[in-house]
C-alpha cells in the first residue's frame, strides 16, 4: 500500500536555527497538510496546501513557518527560528480529495529543540 | 469553531473485556468523522471513518455509529486484544474545501493480559 513518508525521523537543533523537515506524499495525491503533537498534547493542525498554495492554517503557523512543494513528489515544512516551544512531533499527511476524507499520515518527525 | 472532546483516559482493560471510548463533536453542518490509532513508537493510522448520520465504521472489530441526534461517534469493541494497546484519536474533517481535521484529546488504553 501506498505511505506517506517522513525524514528525518528525528531532529535536534539549537534554538534560533533553521529546520527543514521533509515529506514524500502519496504520488497521486492533491492536498497536502502538516499537524504537530507536542508530548502528551493532541495533534494540532498547522497548514493546508493545494493547488500549489496554502489553503488554510491555523494560528500556530506564523511567519516563522512555510511550506513548500519544491517538485512533483517533496513537501517540505521549513521553520525559520526555532523556539523551545516547536519542539514536538511532525506529521505530514496528505489525500486526494481533501474535504470529508481520511488522512493519509506518515510516521512523523520528531523534533527537539535544545 | 469545531471541536472534538473524548473521554479522558488513560483506560485499562483486561483482555477479551469490553471497550468503550467515548467521543462528542461540536461543528458547523455535517462533517466526516474518524477514529485514528497511534501504536507506540508510530504514526497515526485510520482506523475506521463515517461520513454520514447513521453510518456505521468498521475494522478489525472497532465500530462506531455516526449519531447525529446526540452528535457522538464512540468506540467500542466487544473483545479487547493486548494488541490493542495504544491511543484513540476521534477526529472530524468539514466537508469544506480546507479538509482541515480536528482532534480530540486522544485516549490511551492499555490491555493486560
Known amino acids: 500500500e501506498p505511505e506517506v513518508t517522513q525524514t528525518p525521523s528525528h531532529q535536534v537543533t539549537q534554538m534560533g536555527q533553521e529546520v527543514i523537515l521533509r515529506c514524500v506524499p502519496i504520488?497521486?495525491?492533491?492536498?497536502f497538510y502538516w499537524y504537530r503533537q507536542i508530548l502528551g498534547q493532541k495533534v494540532e493542525f498547522l497548514v493546508s496546501?493545494?493547488?500549489?498554495?496554502?489553503?488554510?492554517k491555523s494560528e500556530i503557523f506564523d511567519d516563522q513557518f512555510s511550506v513548500e512543494r519544491p517538485d512533483g513528489s517533496n513537501f517540505t515544512l521549513k521553520i525559520r527560528s526555532t523556539k523551545l516551544e516547536d519542539s514536538a512531533m511532525y506529521f505530514c499527511a496528505s489525500n486526494l480529495q481533501g474535504a470529508g476524507e481520511k488522512l493519509f499520515f506518515g510516521s512523523g518527525t520528531q523534533l527537539s529543540v535544545l | 469553531g469545531d471541536s472534538v472532546t473524548q473521554m479522558e483516559g488513560p483506560v485499562t482493560l483486561s483482555e477479551e473485556a469490553f471497550l468503550t471510548i467515548n467521543c462528542t463533536y461540536t461543528a458547523t453542518g455535517y462533517p466526516s468523522l474518524f477514529w485514528y490509532v497511534q501504536y507506540p513508537g508510530e504514526g497515526l493510522q485510520l482506523l475506521l471513518k463515517?461520513?454520514?448520520?447513521?453510518d456505521k465504521g468498521s475494522n478489525k472489530g472497532f465500530e462506531a455509529t455516526y449519531r447525529k441526534e446526540t452528535t457522538s461517534f464512540h468506540l467500542e469493541k466487544g473483545s479487547v486484544q493486548v494488541s490493542d494497546s495504544a491511543v484513540y484519536f476521534c477526529?472530524?474533517?468539514?466537508?469544506?474545501?480546507?479538509?482541515?481535521?480536528?482532534f480530540g484529546d486522544g485516549t490511551t488504553l492499555t490491555v493486560k493480559p
Open positions: 477526529a472530524l474533517t468539514p466537508n469544506t474545501n480546507a479538509g482541515k481535521s480536528t
Open positions: 463515517a461520513t454520514k448520520a447513521d
Open positions: 496546501f493545494y493547488n500549489n498554495e496554502i489553503s488554510e
Open positions: 504520488s497521486n495525491h492533491l492536498y
